[in-house]
């Protein structure tokens, strides 16, 4: 529901700002043009822009050649996304990176890393190839976070109480003197100009994840103009990048596979991949058009993320782009997963003789603790990760057994539900307590069947049906009543629905 308010808001400015543009256009500016360097001082000065010739040339070819090896293992996908309740396949194809276990939510599709090698974790690879393209981007994940704190202790974006020393501008020069060197660079960052009593500057820049983006325009039937401005072929819409920490740094690595053959003409130049800015809802501010090279960087730091908006203007040629980011992690991650399940089933217990199982507590606010973690589990993590067909087996099965470890607690959810419902239907109970938690459950199994229709929908939309099959969604977990599932609950809840209504209506 939040969502959906956010997007109407967001319709709404869309349809006002264009009204007020009417016909016209609005003004943009290029290097080329004389007030680009002023416009970016005094309106863009949170976007940072590192020329590839500043970044050392080792890292360079191992960060390319990860690109490359990923695409010759088909392992950038194009994404099902769902945009004002219609399912949409993303004109760029991605795949995410970064720390185990960890996931990363835009436009209700929850994608989950690919884990880059890490210390204690038993990560299986489908290639050789592949473990060197992670522990590559790895790398470069961890150059982007000096870059980062440097570019935020440039301009002093942060508390002078944050600053501890400044290795890290020693760390810096002694990366660029060798990349190769630095294998343990991750381990001892956790000092790097960070006081004890505050992190904040090193929680900014931390990323657990990047998310690769891949497009080859020319492969593209239809690429979306660009409405405001007239910049011509967009890769990626206006948008704020969404499910981040607040006031994290975003790094962003372009390699366009070019001929850099820049035209001096008005306006940008169609050929060459720009990032687009503006500030967000403005129509007074010029927008900025910078030109991506092979090999460029750019960071947005601090809120330029949610004062203004970007996107990617398509060139002609190829291009790969690795984008780090602080995925907000309060929500999106397997350990706090498990934590949910396991507070849930707090509330089974077993009989030790008997092994019958039963509820501890029938109290409300615990009814309805259970059931929003089970919806939780159910439509933010299993039916998020069959949505996507079995297109992480490309590059390793570790997700594999951690999510047939969440299927497990969710059949326990399932069986805790049944027990409720058993439960309810005996008049034991003190009439408040029950009408209350009769209520409040009937809320959440109303919420469970009607995201388990549009799932169901999603996964036979047109957009689903379209892809090649082993990246075709799986509607998972699904039963019918015929099926020896032994599952204690049909998928179809409606029976169920209008039994507890009745049932509320009887009582009052």
């Known amino acids: ?33 004389a007030d680009f360097h002023q416009l970016w001082k005094t309106k863009y000065s949170k976007l940072i822009f590192r020329k590839s010739d500043t970044v050392p040339e080792e890292l360079h070819q191992m960060v390319q050649e990860s690109f490359l090896t990923l695409r010759e293992h088909n392992c950038f996908f194009q994404d099902l996304v769902r945009i ?26 929850r994608l989950f890393t690919v884990p880059w090698p890490t210390e204690g974790y038993d990560i299986k690879y489908c290639s050789p190839q592949i473990h060197d393209a992670c522990k590559a981007l790895m790398k470069l ?52 100009c960070v006081a004890e009593d505050d992190r904040s500057l090193k929680n900014r820049t931390s990323y657990n994840l990047t998310l690769l983006n891949y497009m080859d325009p020319l492969q593209m039937l239809y690429l979306k103009q660009e409405p405001y401005f007239g910049m011509g072929n967009m890769a990626v819409s206006w948008h704020h990048d969404e499910n981040l920490v607040e006031r994290s740094t975003v790094a962003v690595y372009s390699y366009s596979c070019e001929g850099d053959n820049e035209q001096e003409l008005k306006g940008r130049d169609p050929a060459v991949w720009h990032v687009g800015l503006k500030v967000a809802w403005d129509i007074e501010t010029p927008g900025l058009a910078v030109p991506l090279h092979q090999g460029d960087i750019y960071l947005m730091l601090d809120d330029l993320n949610m004062t203004h908006q970007h996107c990617v203007l398509a060139g002609l040629s190829p291009r790969f782009s690795s984008t780090h980011r602080v995925a907000d992690s309060s929500r999106g991650t397997l350990e706090y997963i498990i934590g949910q399940c396991e507070l849930a089933l707090q509330n089974l217990q077993t009989d030790s003789e008997s092994m019958a199982v039963s509820l501890k507590s029938l109290e409300a606010a615990v009814v309805k603790q259970v059931e929003e973690i089970h919806n939780e589990v159910e ?21 594999l057994k951690p999510i047939a470890k969440l299927e497990e607690f969710w059949k326990k959810l399932e069986i805790m539900t049944s027990l409720i419902l058993s439960e309810v239907r005996k008049e034991q109970q003190i009439e408040e307590q029950r009408n209350e938690t009769i209520s409040c459950f009937l809320l959440l199994l109303k919420e469970r069947q ?5 799932w169901t929908a999603r996964c036979q939309s047109d957009a689903a049906e379209s892809l090649p099959e082993d990246q075709k969604p799986e509607c998972h977990p699904f039963w019918t009543d015929d099926d020896e599932s032994n599952m204690p609950l049909p998928y179809d809840l409606e029976e169920v629905i209008a039994y507890l209504q009745n049932l509320v209506q009887w009582i009052e």
Request: glycine share 4%.
């Open 1 to 33: 529901e939040v969502r959906k308010k956010m997007e109407r808001k967001q319709e709404i400015s869309k349809k006002k700002l264009l009204e007020e543009i009417g016909e016209n256009k609005l003004p943009y500016l290029t290097p080329s043009d």
């Open 450 to 454: 009607k995201l388990r229709k549009e």
């Open 141 to 192: 994940n961890d150059y982007l976070h000096i870059e980062a704190v440097r570019a935020l202790q440039g301009q002093n974006l942060f508390d002078t109480k944050e600053i501890k020393d400044t290795t890290v501008i020693d760390r810096e020069q002694s990366f660029a003197t060798s990349v190769m060197e630095q294998e343990s660079v991750s381990k001892d960052q956790s000092s790097v």
């Open 379 to 399: 439509f933010e993590w299993l039916r998020q990760f069959w949505f996507q067909g079995k297109r992480y087996l490309k590059c390793t099965d570790w997700w």
């Open 84 to 109: 004002k309740s219609k399912d949409f396949l993303t004109p760029v194809s991605r795949i995410l990176i970064g720390d185990p276990g960890c996931t990363y939510k835009y436009l209700n599709t």
